[in-house]
């Protein structure tokens, strides 16, 4: 508690470390993590510190390390996250790993390399048998033919009506000599391809389009892709020449396809030989890339924390200075007192480690600057300090409010939200986070927001807990009432009465209005059986006037508890200013405060708990009013007696504390 009460007694240190051990020394302060170290390099640049070099090879090995884990993620290989904290590694194995990782890449990356031109390989042979297949169906079912002769029948009518004059009489016609040109092209680019095809032929060259049943992978994306393929009947190089250009434009895929069935089933058979030799290979290297993948996934984790501490290392180096003799690391940081004989073994560990014979060496400074606020936590009050330190930080050895808020906030939260079984929701949610608190703790990039409720995990614990106890004080379970005691008011008549309309032989419900009135005793419903056990009673959830009553009494509520919340926050400042022996504080700012906070609204929880115990239901009409006291206060002014509802005067003796006004001249003048 006395740690959490106030901040760490800080005091400035120098540390004198051997250039030997420099580094060890180094890693063992930040596995201890108890020091914050000044830069005492800040006029040099990033890139012409010492280290440099160094972190740029660190940077470099997390470049690695992020491209197996995408690889890793690609092939959905699970990567072993173990949480384990391994520690800092020695420069040596810093080079060792260096070489490792980019063994591993070079292979990973040939591996991508050769399975990717192994996946084109084996799209194109699937392409071509497919285009092969569609040959051999042109050629079977005669189409080849009547392509054939309506080109003769083009050649005919083109001489006659060519501009070298008619035809000879019993000159036969040339014949015609069809060509083709068959490939793959995407689906989406179809139409685009065969409209441009006829305008640059102006319909001389026929296509023939048709698509692939299965969907095709790409090799590069690897998203599935679908092909159509094409054939392209024409005559002469030079439309086969505009063919081509339109094919490149299109990115369209040509193969070479036999014109002779014979040739083209022997082609086939060729193709399916390949494409099986090509399954297997390509079976045989994804099996080797998923071993290489796998033996690295289980690494890649502690490889990675590695890595960083190796960065942390280097990074703080870069913050001390060096002797003249370059001998020396010289480097200043605030530690806390207590954790200055722990500081000074982890030195002794690092010379040792490094096998120095001159030890390093840690000395406190006299300084004037203020040192800064380290607060020690927890897993279970982080949460709270955390929450503290958003509203802001408390300055050096100032009191710290975060043991109190771990029952304030949840406390506060609860009168707020008021619902029992909301609250157990909330409290069955956190149960499970704390029961699961160590899997999921080694989980990373879970997100901000799954983050930031796992690290409340004990807020919302104990806000679900305050929040069933508010609940249940409220009878408020999902927003209805519980039934639990019997209630305190007996009914005269029911709620639900039937009115009969003898003119039209018609039977309704009639809904009276149901008021809750305690001091109504010819009414219908009357208030008996002495106090509800605990909580409200859930007659007032049918009444009418149940927005009222629950308003007022949850207003007055608040009223109580933000007093007591403020008060206990001044309170708090006695500490601070007894501490650091600030009397005059005392005086001029804790004095007035309380007084002044006690006569204006301390005043009005007086006068709560003063109706609740002078005033019966029955003089309800005679109890002060706190809106118009609160006016009358400032006004100078006293409150008239008031009429009773059964019209006799009430006389209340009022007090109004007028040393409001001296305690705010007070304030203002010592301010």
């Known amino acids: 508690m006395g740690s959490l009460f106030r901040s760490q007694e800080m005091a400035l240190c120098q540390v004198f470390l051997q250039s030997e051990a420099a580094y060890c020394c180094t890693a063992e302060l930040g596995e201890l993590g108890v020091a914050?170290?000044?830069?005492?390099?800040?006029?040099?640049?990033?890139?012409?510190?010492?280290?440099?070099?160094?972190?740029?090879?660190?940077?470099?090995i997390e470049r690695i390390l992020r491209f197996l884990e995408k690889q890793c993620q690609k092939e959905k290989v699970p990567i072993l996250r173990l949480g384990e904290n391994p520690l800092t590694p020695s420069p040596r194995e810093l080079a060792d790993l260096e070489t490792t990782l980019e063994k591993l890449e070079l292979e990973m990356k040939e591996f991508n390399t050769n399975y990717e031109a192994l996946q084109r390989n084996n799209m194109d042979l699937l392409e071509l048998k497919h285009v092969l297949r569609k040959a051999q169906t042109i050629f079977d079912t005669g189409e080849m033919g009547a392509i054939q002769d309506s080109a003769s029948h083009a050649e005919l009518m083109n001489s006659l009506t060519s501009r070298c004059g008619p035809v000879a009489s019993g000159s036969p016609p040339r014949e015609a000599s069809i060509s083709f040109m068959a490939g793959t092209i995407l689906a989406s680019k179809v139409q685009?391809?065969?409209?441009?095809?006829?305008?640059?032929?102006?319909?001389?060259?026929?296509?023939?389009?048709?698509?692939?049943?299965?969907?095709?992978?790409?090799p590069h994306t690897g998203e599935d892709v679908r092909k159509s393929i094409f054939f392209a009947f024409y005559q002469g190089e030079q439309l086969k020449s505009r063919v081509k250009k339109v094919c490149d434009a299109f990115r369209a895929t040509v193969f070479p396809c036999p014109d002779q069935p014979q040739d083209i089933r022997e082609m086939s058979i060729q193709i399916m030989t390949r494409i099986e030799d090509l399954k297997t290979l390509l079976g045989h290297t994804q099996q080797h890339r998923q071993q290489v993948l796998t033996a690295s996934a289980k690494n890649v984790d502690s490889w990675t924390v590695k890595v960083r501490k190796i960065k942390a290392v280097y990074s703080l180096m870069n913050c001390?200075?060096?002797?003249?003799?370059?001998r020396c690391f010289i480097g200043e940081a605030w530690c806390p007192t207590q954790d200055l004989e722990r500081i000074r073994m982890a030195l002794l560990r690092g010379s040792e480690a490094a096998e120095c014979s001159v030890p390093s060496f840690i000395t406190p400074l006299k300084t004037n600057d203020t040192p800064p606020t380290y607060h020690k936590t927890n897993k279970f009050t982080s949460g709270f300090q955390a929450i503290v330190d958003t509203y802001g930080v408390a300055t050096y050895r100032e009191v710290n409010p975060a043991p109190f808020t771990v029952i304030t906030f949840p406390f506060l939260?609860?009168?707020m939200f008021g619902d029992a079984g909301h609250g157990l929701v909330m409290t069955m949610m956190a149960s499970v986070l704390l029961w699961k608190e160590k899997v999921i703790s080694k989980q990373k990039d879970m997100g901000?927001?799954?983050?930031?409720?796992?690290?409340?995990?004990?807020?919302?614990?104990?806000?679900?807990?305050?929040?069933?106890?508010?609940?249940?004080?409220?009878?408020?379970?999902?927003?209805?009432?519980?039934?639990?005691?019997?209630s305190r008011w007996s009914a005269q008549r029911s709620v639900y009465n039937l009115s009969e309309d003898a003119a039209n032989n018609d039977t309704t419900f009639v809904f009276p209005t149901f008021q809750l009135d305690p001091t109504n005793t010819s009414s219908d419903y009357i208030y008996d059986n002495g106090p509800y056990p605990f909580g409200l009673d859930p007659a007032w959830q049918l009444a009418t006037n149940k927005i009222n009553f629950s308003n007022s009494y949850k207003m007055k509520m608040s009223v109580i508890l933000g007093v007591i919340h403020m008060l206990f926050g001044i309170c708090l400042s006695t500490f601070n200013h007894t501490y650091f022996k600030k009397k005059i504080n005392l005086i001029c700012e804790f004095v007035p405060q309380v007084i002044f906070l006690s006569c204006m609204f301390g005043y009005l929880v007086v006068l709560l708990f003063y109706k609740w115990i002078v005033f019966t239901a029955d003089k309800s009409g005679c109890t002060p009013g706190l809106l118009i006291g609160l006016i009358n206060m400032f006004l100078l002014k006293h409150q008239e007696n008031p009429v009773n509802k059964d019209g006799t005067e009430c006389t209340i003796y009022s007090f109004y504390p007028h040393q409001v006004h001296c305690c705010s001249c007070w304030r203002l003048l010592s301010s």
């Open 192 to 218: 685009a391809f065969e409209r441009l095809i006829w305008r640059i032929s102006r319909g001389t060259i026929l296509v023939r389009c048709s698509d692939i049943e299965t969907l095709l992978q790409d």
């Open 413 to 415: 939260f609860g009168v």
């Open 320 to 326: 001390f200075n060096i002797d003249t003799t370059q």
């Open 448 to 486: 901000e927001i799954a983050s930031t409720i796992f690290g409340g995990r004990y807020i919302i614990f104990l806000m679900g807990l305050f929040s069933i106890y508010t609940g249940l004080i409220y009878n408020d379970v999902f927003s209805r009432s519980l039934n639990i005691f019997g």
């Open 36 to 60: 914050q170290f000044r830069d005492l390099n800040r006029d040099v640049n990033a890139f012409q510190r010492k280290f440099v070099n160094e972190i740029r090879r660190c940077d470099d």
